[in-house]
């Protein structure tokens, strides 16, 4: 079993939707998660960042972390064309492993 | 001003050559890494250093060799070249003292070899 699991797609909506990204995991002793976006040939840039559990929220973006289920969650809101890109989440736990673990990455297209 | 460069960012050569890219980091994180993307996007971790000292390394054939001169630098030196080894390779760095922060990653060097 992977140590992150996300559905890889592809997604796609339509402007203004509400798009919900999700990955599950299986280490207990992760504490904290993260949400990488991809553009196309591009590096991934951190879009949220949240430590245990609980919820963020950063303009049209809502990250929730469930470590009981052991579920997190990213919410777009409003979605729009500029938001199309492979959506990555990855987390860490706090030991010297010093290591981020990745999901598999959900492409999304948002159309216009 | 950018965070985490790589060079080069495309990298096309012939199978059992010997490559390096090279990676910088301005934001005086304490920890580098190395990952791999292979075609389906899924990143793995190849390497890990932190203040210059080696802290991960991941299953990877020995034809890897990381090199860090100092802690703002993280090499990755690649001998005889394989058609496997054709991906995009990315450097990140986070800065783990006092708690661990998010990764910051580079464009990455798309390798091809042929």
């Known amino acids: 079993q992977k140590e992150v699991e996300q559905d890889p797609g592809p997604l796609s909506v339509p402007e203004g939707a509400i798009v919900s990204l999700n990955c599950t995991y299986s280490?207990?002793?992760?504490?904290?998660f993260m949400w990488y976006r991809q553009y196309s040939r591009k590096g991934p840039e951190l879009l949220m960042y949240?430590?245990?559990?609980g919820n963020k929220e950063d303009g049209r973006f809502t990250a929730q972390v469930d470590k009981s289920s052991k579920y997190i969650s990213l919410f777009i809101r409003d979605s729009q064309p500029s938001d199309s890109a492979t959506y990555l989440c990855?987390?860490?736990?706090?030991?010297?492993?010093?290591?981020?673990?990745f999901g598999t990455g959900t492409s999304l297209t948002v159309i216009p | 001003d950018t965070a985490v460069s790589q060079t080069p960012k495309y990298l096309v050569t012939q199978m059992g050559n010997d490559k390096s890219i090279k990676c910088e980091q301005n934001?005086?994180?304490?920890?580098m890494y190395w990952y791999k993307q292979d075609s389906k996007k899924f990143l793995k971790i190849m390497f890990s250093?932190?203040?210059?000292?080696?802290?991960i390394n991941e299953t990877v054939p020995n034809r890897f060799s990381p090199k860090s001169p100092d802690k703002a630098h993280l090499n990755l030196h690649i001998n005889s070249l394989e058609l496997g080894d054709s991906a995009v390779y990315f450097c990140?760095?986070?800065?783990?003292?006092?708690?661990?922060?998010?990764?910051?990653f580079g464009q990455g060097t798309r390798l091809t070899v042929v």
């Open positions: 990855a987390m860490s736990r706090t030991n010297t492993g010093n290591q981020f673990y």
């Open positions: 949240t430590y245990s559990s």
């Open positions: 934001l005086g994180h304490d920890t």
């Open positions: 250093y932190n203040n210059k000292e080696l802290i």
């Open positions: 280490n207990s002793a992760f504490q904290y």
């Open positions: 990140a760095s986070s800065q783990t003292t006092g708690g661990l922060s998010e990764a910051f």
